[in-house]
C-alpha cells in the first residue's frame, strides 16, 4: 500500500515516491476500459476527483465523474490537469484492434495522442506523480521462434509486422521516454492479453461469436486471456497502490484454441490456409470473418505472457483464462434471448450538470455537490 | 522460412528497459507465483495434452518401444528425481525416434516418473499440422527463455540435442559420430538455471531410419528442413517418414553432472562452459563406442 503523502506544491523529489492518489485524471473515459475504470474509481471515497476527458460523449452512466469534451490537444488537457491539481493521470485510450477505427484514427490516437498526453503531464510545475498507461500484449507482437512466455523485459525479436503494432511500440517508447526524462513520476505500462468477457467487444469475443470459430488449418494456437473485471482491476490496481514499471495482465492459464472451442461449447472450422492466411485476411473480413491483422498471426503460432510481476505486487486475477471463456461462453448462449432488451445509456449534457451542480438535487449527508 | 537458430546460447534479450525498474522475482517467489494447475484441464500451459500423448503412448510408442525397437534401458537411477534436469543425447534419424524412446523409457522404468520436455526447432511451431500436434506430445521450442523457465521456475526434465539439425542430417556412413555440440548453449542454460546436466546414449536409432543421401532442391522445394532418402522415403510418402526398421535400442542414462561450480547467472565462465561441453560430448561419445562395440547384430542385440 502507498505510505507517501501528496505533496502537490511542485516538491520535485530525485526519484518516483509512493504517492497516495487523490485526484484522477481518466483520459478515454468514453471507450470502455475508460468508461469502466472512472465506474470503478467512483466507488473509492478517498479519490476526491475524477476528471475524465474524451472527444466523445461518455457511453457509461457515472455518477460524480467529471466529463469534459476535448480532444487530444495537449494545452487543453493541461489547464484541466493543472486547474484541478489532478495528481494521477491513467492514459486508457489505446485503440487495440485495428478494425475498431481507420487507420489513420487508430494512428493518431495511440502515437499523437500518447504524446499529447504525456506532454500535459510533463510540465516542471505539473502536479502529476503518477501516471498509468494501458498498452497491449501486441507489443510483443507474434511470430514463429517467440518465446513460450514473454516476460517483461523481453522485447520483441522482430520489427512490428501490422500499422496497429507499430503504432503501439511508438506509444510505449514515448512513455518510456517520459519516464526517463521525469523520474518523480511513478509511471505504470499495463501490458493487457487479449480479453474476453461478457460486456467487452474484443476480436477475439466476435470471433468466438461465430457459428463456427474458424482455425488455421494444421495450426491449434496457445491463446492467453484476462476477463474484462481483471482488466479494470487491473488499471485500478496501481491508482491505489505504488507499482512502478511494466506488467503484464494475463490471465492464469494458457489453453490451446480447441481447447477454447471446447469450452465455449461450439464446433471448429479449420477452413484458414496455413499459408497466405494474411492475404486471404482482406477478402474474408467481407465474408464476416472479421479478423484484424494483428490476429492474424496469433491464429497460427499463440502467445503466452508470464504474468508473475503483477501478482508479485499483491493482485490477485479473480478469473483464470479458462474462467474467462466459460464466462464468455455463458453470455454467448444468453445473448440472444437478452438481445434489446437492455436500456442504453445515453449522454446527456443538460441533465449530467443538472444532477451535479443543482442544489435540488438530494444528495447522501456525506456526499458534497462537486465542483469547486 | 525455418529460423536458423538450434543453440540454446542466445540469452533472452534482457535489455533492461527503461520503466521497468521492478528487478527480477527471486527464484523462490518466481516459483510460488507459477500458476496452479487447474484440475478440470487435460491441457497444460505448454499446450501439452493429456489425452493425445496418453493416446499416442498407449498405442504407437508402446508398440514401437516394447516390440520394434525392444528397448533396453541401462542407468535409469542416474536420471535426477527431482529438481531440473537437461538430458543431453544423440540424435539422429530424419524423424528422429530418440527423442519418444528416452520419454517412454523414463516412464516405464524411473521410479519417479516425470514428464519430459522435448526441444524442437521453431520451425514445427510454423509447419502446418506439426504446429498442432508437436506440443500436445510434450516438445517445446528451443528458445533459451522456455528452456530456463522449465528448468529453473518449474524444476522439469528437458530433453535437448545438442547437435541439432546437424545430427538429424548426417547420413549412415556417419552413424555415431557425434557432431559439434553448437557453442556449448546447452551448458549454459542448464548452469544458469542451477540444473543438473545428464547425458543419455541412444544406440540403435541410425539403423532404424538409415539415410542414404540430402536432396537439397526437393528441401527447398517441400519448404522442409531436409529432405532425407531413406528405405522407405520418399518411396511411401510422408508414411515413410515413420517407418522405422525394427533395429534393437540400447538407452544409457549416465551419471549426471552438476553445474553450480560454473557460477550462474551473469557470473558464468565462458572457458569452462566450453570444456564442460567437450567433456559432455566426449562421454557420450565414449559410451556410444563402448554400446556398439558390445553389440553383435543391428537387429538383436
New interface residues.
Given amino acids: 500500500m502507498s505510505v507517501g503523502e501528496a505533496t502537490g506544491e511542485g516538491a520535485v523529489a530525485a526519484t518516483a515516491t509512493p504517492h497516495r492518489t487523490r485526484r484522477v485524471l481518466v483520459t478515454g473515459v468514453s471507450t470502455y476500459w475508460g468508461g469502466r475504470l472512472a465506474e470503478a474509481l467512483e466507488s473509492h471515497p478517498e479519490i476526491d476527483a475524477i476528471v475524465g476527458v474524451d472527444s466523445d460523449e461518455p457511453t457509461r452512466e457515472l455518477h460524480r465523474t467529471e466529463f469534459v469534451k476535448v480532444g487530444n490537444q495537449h494545452s487543453l488537457i493541461e489547464r484541466i490537469v493543472k486547474a484541478a491539481e489532478l495528481d494521477t493521470v491513467v492514459d486508457a485510450r489505446l485503440v487495440v484492434n485495428s478494425l475498431m477505427s481507420a487507420p489513420r484514427a487508430a494512428h493518431e490516437n495511440n502515437v499523437i495522442g500518447t504524446m499529447n498526453v504525456l506532454a500535459a503531464c510533463a510540465g516542471p510545475d505539473s502536479p502529476v506523480r503518477k501516471l498509468v498507461f494501458k498498452s497491449s500484449a501486441h507489443y510483443y507482437g507474434c511470430e514463429q521462434d517467440d518465446p513460450a512466455f514473454f516476460t517483461e523485459e523481453m522485447r520483441r525479436p522482430h520489427a512490428p509486422r501490422t500499422a496497429l503494432e507499430r503504432d503501439i511500440v511508438d506509444a510505449e517508447e514515448s512513455v518510456s521516454e517520459f519516464t526517463d526524462k521525469r523520474p518523480d513520476v511513478t509511471v505504470t505500462v499495463l501490458r493487457c492479453a487479449n480479453v474476453l468477457g461478457p460486456d467487452v467487444a474484443t476480436a477475439f469475443t466476435r470471433m468466438f461469436a461465430l457459428p463456427l470459430v474458424p482455425m488455421v488449418l494444421g495450426f491449434d494456437p496457445r491463446c492467453q486471456f484476462v476477463h474484462e473485471d481483471d482488466v479494470v482491476r487491473a488499471l485500478e490496481h496501481p491508482v491505489l497502490n505504488h507499482t512502478p514499471g511494466t506488467y503484464n495482465v494475463a490471465a492464469d492459464g494458457v489453453l490451446a484454441l480447441s481447447e477454447v472451442i471446447g469450452l465455449l461449447g461450439k464446433r471448429p472450422l479449420p477452413v484458414l490456409p496455413p499459408w497466405g492466411t494474411g492475404a486471404l485476411a482482406a477478402p474474408l473480413r467481407r465474408l464476416g470473418f472479421r479478423i484484424p491483422d494483428e490476429m492474424v498471426n496469433q491464429l497460427r503460432f499463440g502467445r503466452g505472457l508470464d504474468n508473475r510481476r503483477l501478482r508479485a505486487t499483491g493482485f490477485r486475477y479473480e478469473y483464470t483464462s479458462r474462467e474467462a471463456a466459460i464466462s464468455l461462453g455463458e453470455h454467448l448462449r444468453l445473448d440472444p434471448v437478452l438481445r434489446g432488451h437492455e436500456p442504453a445509456y445515453t449522454y446527456e449534457k443538460e441533465v449530467e450538470e443538472f444532477l451535479r451542480r443543482s442544489p435540488h438535487v438530494r444528495r447522501p449527508e456525506h456526499e458534497e455537490p462537486l465542483g469547486f | 522460412m525455418a ?1 536458423d ?1 538450434t543453440s540454446l546460447a542466445g540469452t ?11 528487478p ?2 527471486p527464484g523462490e ?2 516459483r510460488d ?4 494447475i ?1 484440475p ?2 487435460t ?1 497444460t ?3 501439452r ?1 493429456e489425452r493425445v500423448e496418453g493416446m499416442l503412448d498407449r498405442t504407437l510408442v508402446d508398440f514401437f518401444y516394447r516390440y520394434w525397437f525392444r528397448c533396453d534401458v541401462e542407468g535409469i537411477e542416474n536420471l535426477p528425481a527431482e529438481g531440473g534436469a537437461l538430458l543431453v543425447s544423440n540424435h539422429s534419424g530424419a524423424l528422429p525416434p530418440d527423442a519418444a524412446v528416452i520419454s517412454k523409457a523414463i516412464r516405464e522404468e524411473h521410479p519417479r516418473a516425470r514428464p519430459l520436455h522435448i526441444t524442437v526447432e ?2 514445427f ?8 500436434l508437436i ?2 506430445i510434450g516438445c ?2 528451443a ?4 528452456v530456463h ?1 522449465l528448468l529453473y521456475d518449474e524444476r522439469q526434465l528437458v530433453l535437448v540435442f545438442p547437435e541439432g539439425r546437424k545430427g538429424t542430417e548426417k547420413t549412415y556412413s556417419e552413424r555415431y559420430k557425434l557432431r559439434r555440440f553448437g557453442r556449448g548453449g546447452f551448458v549454459e542454460a542448464a548452469a544458469r538455471a542451477e540444473a543438473k546436466l545428464s547425458p543419455v546414449c541412444v544406440v540403435g536409432a541410425e539403423e532404424a531410419m538409415p539415410i542414404f543421401a540430402q536432396l537439397n532442391v526437393l528441401k527447398r522445394l517441400t519448404g522442409l528442413l531436409y529432405f532425407p532418402i531413406t528405405p522407405t522415403f520418399p518411396w511411401l510418402g510422408p508414411v515413410g517418414m515413420f517407418t522405422y526398421l525394427p533395429a534393437k535400442f540400447r538407452i544409457r542414462f549416465l551419471e549426471p553432472i552438476d553445474t553450480a561450480a560454473l557460477g550462474d547467472g551473469e557470473g558464468l565462465d565462458t572457458a569452462q562452459v566450453q570444456t564442460v561441453a567437450h567433456e559432455v560430448r566426449a562421454r557420450i561419445q565414449e559410451n556410444l563406442d563402448e554400446m556398439v562395440a558390445a553389440r553383435h547384430s543391428v537387429w538383436f542385440g
Avoid: C, M, Q
Fill in positions: 529460423p537458430r533472452p534479450d534482457t535489455t533492461p528497459e527503461a520503466g521497468g525498474g521492478v527480477a522475482l517467489r518466481a507465483l507459477l500458476p496452479a487447474e478440470e484441464r491441457i500451459d505448454w499446450g495434452s521453431h520451425f511451431k510454423g509447419y502446418p499440422g506439426f504446429s498442432a506440443p500436445k517445446v521450442p528458445h533459451p527463455a522456455n523457465r
